[in-house]
């Protein structure tokens, strides 16, 4: 299994600023994700951060508004830049453990933007 | 691609009341279904992995089955402890975990 820690827990920021979002996993982990949820919705895959070199992302999420690294087999961090009211949400990080394929979340970052 | 629907979207029952709660799914080449709770303002947490079809897992008051279409979660004399929303996912050849949109279940005592 792995044990996942997001910080900050919450946030409240102003339109125009940046958060960055950190991920610490327990163990050496083979694949990192970053989730994004809106009140009432599934999960929505942002992208997958690779451990050194670019991440991967999906479709209708772009490098410069969402930034991320990975400088380690256990830790990332998710950038929500330039924000806006719309990017209020639960930003979850997520790892794969080699071998089972379990997949398993941390407890995700509450962002309020005004 | 891969798809995967839950049902019901919710689900009331009374405290000891047995039901079960169901995952439809689409997928090239699975490598697992996976069962999460999501608790208010908390991420998921992991339950359970089947692999195969035929596969069963227990856990407490839960028990999970697999089919070559479709798995089920079933709650045996819930507690409102159970209350949450059950997430269903699968694991295929995209490398992706694709979520259902949950079925959200409140156990009245």
């Known amino acids: 299994s792995a044990v996942i820690s997001q910080k900050p827990s919450r946030d409240i920021c102003q339109r125009g600023t940046s958060l960055t979002i950190q991920c610490q996993v327990d163990?050496?982990?083979?694949?990192m994700f970053w989730y994004r949820q809106q009140p009432g919705q599934s999960l929505t895959l942002i992208a997958t951060?690779?451990?050194?070199?670019?991440?991967?992302?999906e479709s209708g999420f772009v490098i410069d508004k969402f930034p991320i690294s990975r400088p380690n087999l256990t830790f990332s961090t998710l950038t929500v830049s330039n924000m806006s009211p719309e990017d209020s949400s639960i930003y979850l990080c997520?790892?794969?453990?080699?071998?089972?394929?379990?997949?398993?979340f941390g407890p995700g970052t509450r962002l309020t933007v005004l | 691609e891969d798809q995967v629907t839950q049902s019901p979207e919710a689900l009331r029952l009374q405290e000891g009341e047995s039901s079960s709660l169901n995952c439809s799914y689409t997928?090239?080449?699975?490598?697992?279904l996976f069962w999460y709770r999501q608790d208010p303002g908390k991420g998921p947490e992991f339950l359970f992995t089947l692999y195969s079809a035929g596969e069963e897992k227990e856990k407490e008051r839960l028990k999970a089955t697999l089919t070559k279409k479709e798995s089920f979660l079933h709650i045996t004399a819930p507690k409102p402890e159970d209350s949450a929303t059950y997430l269903c996912a699968v694991l295929g050849g995209s490398e992706k975990l694709v979520f259902g949109k949950g079925t959200k279940l409140t156990v009245n005592p």
């Open positions: 997928v090239s080449g699975l490598r697992g």
């Open positions: 163990s050496q982990v083979t694949m």
């Open positions: 951060a690779n451990q050194g070199s670019e991440a991967t992302y």
């Open positions: 997520s790892a794969r453990t080699g071998g089972t394929d379990t997949q398993y």
